[in-house]
């Protein structure tokens, strides 16, 4: 595939879904912060795009303190269904990551080579993440889940949405996932780390390229 194309598709899409009026700035201003990512596209090894096995070269991030993520979700669309957020009692502002999973400094980054988690469908979240590990991979964020799902829509397929395993809120069991809920919305929410569940995978990363 033309990695060039699809880095400029996806920032195309961010423009489309309103990014710099939701960030209140100027357009130009946002293809600034984003223009740079492009040096990191070049040489990647990744995989082509396979939405039925789950497996992307990359995905642009936008981190939620520069769009909150109740904002980016509600941009999410998938067949004219828009995305949402229901992670009551907490906000995914009460999410952070993991110690052990290292986020560039910028407000937007690129994740390379994603797997949405096919192997891990209906194992619990607390042995996926072992797995995830031995292969010398990293969970995601919900940022990065978010990204997924706002550049390809289609990524989110009934018998297997997942969790963000790298994102949790501190001193509980609760994971954070995206899946498609009873009215077919894309639902940001969240299950508990030692429950499996047959249509839920946890989804990895190869590396985070970023300053």
Known sequence: MNLEREFYRQINTLIQKGYPEIARIKTED???????????????????IDLEQGRLPFIIVIKNDFIATNKAMSVVNKNGKVGITKMFPLEPSDFTPIDDVGIPNDRAYLLIDIDRGKDSINLPPNTALQLIKQANRSPLTIDEGVALVTQFPEFLIKNNCFSMLASRHTGDQRVPAIWINSNKNPNLGWCWNGNPHTWLGSASCKVRMGS
């Open 30 to 48: 946002f293809l600034k912060l984003l223009e740079p990512l492009k040096k990191y596209i070049h040489n990647l090894t990744s995989p082509e």
